[in-house]
Antibody, heavy 119, light 106 residues
Framework: QVQLQESGPGLVKPSETLSLNCSVS??????????WSWIRQVPGKGLEWIGY???????YYNPSLKSRVAISVDTSQNHLSLTLNSVTASDTAVYYC???????????WGQGTMVTVSS | VLTQSPGTLSLSPGERATLSCRAS???????LAWYQQKPGQSLRLLIH???TRATGVPDRFSGSGSGTDFTLTISRLEPEDFAVYYC??????????FGQGTRLEI
């Protein structure tokens, strides 16, 4: 049974870098054919796809965030990472990792981690 | 852009719910999914590829549609079905996009 668990600081200062990890259990993150994504949700608002990484290492990002975001995979730790630079209050959200992307739905989600951007 | 309607749907257990999702352009190859989110919880995949139920999803949930108009139908509402529902397209990506959600309330 595949499970995802996000972790990271709950508070980030404006202009700094947000860094989150997503620990994957039950399957190797480098398993053939799988995409792994980050998605965020402003509390009480809608969902925004941030980007995904394919098991080959190729990554694709939302154009609205592309200049500030990077997704990487650590196969030794079996986790997915997200970095978002130059954060502002508008980056305050619940951040989810999920399995899916490309032409695949998001079939497994983590519980999400709340990140607040504030001084 | 995906536009869901209505924003809020008020129904009673046992009734039929019909949720709409309209796309601003045709969704490639019907790559349209529906998700359920309960308060304080993560999302659960219900339907993918317009009409295919995800593993473990009860058959009272069904999806239909094509092109720019898609529908999620819940045939007979159970108390646990009251939640927020999102549609998502993943055929015209990147970017992957979501609708703004429909709140289904008792």
């Amino acid at each position: 049974q595949v499970q995802l668990q996000e972790s990271g600081p709950g508070l980030v200062k404006p202009s700094e870098t947000l860094s989150l990890n997503c620990s994957v259990s039950g399957r190797s993150i480098s398993s053939s054919g799988y995409y792994w994504s980050w998605i965020r949700q402003v509390p009480g608002k809608g969902l925004e796809w941030i980007g995904y990484m394919y098991y080959t290492g190729s990554s694709y990002y939302n154009p609205s965030l592309k200049s500030r975001v990077a997704i990487s995979v650590d196969t030794s730790q079996n986790h997915l990472s997200l970095t978002l630079n130059s954060v502002t209050a508008s980056d305050t959200a619940v951040y989810y990792c999920a399995r899916g992307g490309g032409l695949n739905p998001f079939d497994i989600w983590g519980q999400g981690t709340m990140v607040t951007v504030s001084s | 852009v995906l536009t869901q309607s209505p924003g809020t749907l008020s129904l009673s257990p046992g009734e039929r719910a019909t949720l709409s999702c309209r796309a601003s352009q045709s969704v490639a190859s019907a790559y349209l999914a529906w998700y359920q989110q309960k308060p304080g919880q993560s999302l659960r995949l219900l339907i993918h590829s317009t009409s295919t139920r995800a593993t473990g999803v009860p058959d009272r949930f069904s999806g239909s549609g094509s092109g720019t108009d898609f529908t999620l139908t819940i045939s007979r509402l159970e108390p646990e079905d009251f939640a927020v529902y999102y549609c998502q397209q993943y055929g015209n990506s990147p970017p992957i996009t979501f609708g703004q959600g429909t709140r289904l309330e008792i």
